[in-house]
């Protein structure tokens, strides 16, 4: 089965610039999460969808950040205006939620590096 | 914001040698989940410890959730190699990660 599916792999891009990452979660899984990975503030939590509806977006660092999840199999997280400080790994992971709560596992994407000049 | 502290940041080992790192809540959680990350990949899915109290172990590794469920544990016995890369902790209904700590094994 295919995993968590993010592109680009590797983005480089210039201050200023509009840059969108996708995602495409493991058919099934219905909570995804949008995660930062840099060395300074390690692995930050931005968005987590349940059902496709944003749950907790607290993590979003300013409203230059924004995230989507129009339909089940596919989410977007859009940086504009880019700015070198948003340069960092970005990973998109999912799992299935139950009435329960979220008790499995995060399955992660291979991640989205960016580089902002 | 995160809550989930993990000791030590770095640890540097010689192959053969025993690593443990610890994770640290300031609040009661409702289970904790365990995942490595190697150098340049992604977060894996190790474990999950849901019980009071509870330890399990997977080969070399040996997980341990508090009694308090407010820290827990992961030993690796006699390091090898493979075991190089960062290893986190992930509490609060597993959206928020520990700070991690990154394992180097010295051959």
């Known amino acids: 089965d295919a995993g968590v599916i993010q592109s680009p792999r590797h983005e480089v891009t210039e201050m200023g610039q509009e840059v969108t990452l996708r995602c495409k979660p493991i058919s099934g899984h219905n909570s995804l999460f949008w995660y930062r990975q840099t060395m300074m503030r390690g692995l930050e939590l931005l968005i987590y969808f349940n059902n496709n509806v944003p749950i907790d977006d607290s993590g979003m660092p300013e409203d230059r950040f924004s995230a989507k999840m129009p339909n089940a199999s596919f989410s977007t997280l859009k940086i504009q205006p880019s700015e070198p400080r948003d340069s960092a790994v970005y990973f998109c992971a999912s799992t299935r939620a139950t009435l329960a709560g979220l008790t499995g596992e995060l399955f992660f994407g291979e991640g989205s590096r960016l580089t902002v000049l | 914001g995160q809550q989930v502290m993990q000791i030590p940041q770095y640890q540097h080992v010689q192959e053969g040698e025993d690593f443990t790192t610890y994770c640290n809540s300031s609040t009661t959680l409702s289970n904790i989940q365990w995942y490595k990350q190697r150098p340049g990949g992604h977060p894996v899915f190790l474990i999950q410890l849901v019980k009071s109290g509870e330890v399990k172990k997977q080969k070399r ?43 180097t094994v010295i051959p």
């Open chain 2, 61 to 103: 590794l040996t997980f341990q959730f508090g009694e308090a469920k407010k820290n827990s544990s992961l030993h690796i016995t006699a390091t090898q190699t493979t075991d190089v890369g960062t290893y986190f902790c992930a509490g609060r209904n597993q959206f928020y990660f520990g700070t991690g700590t990154s394992l």
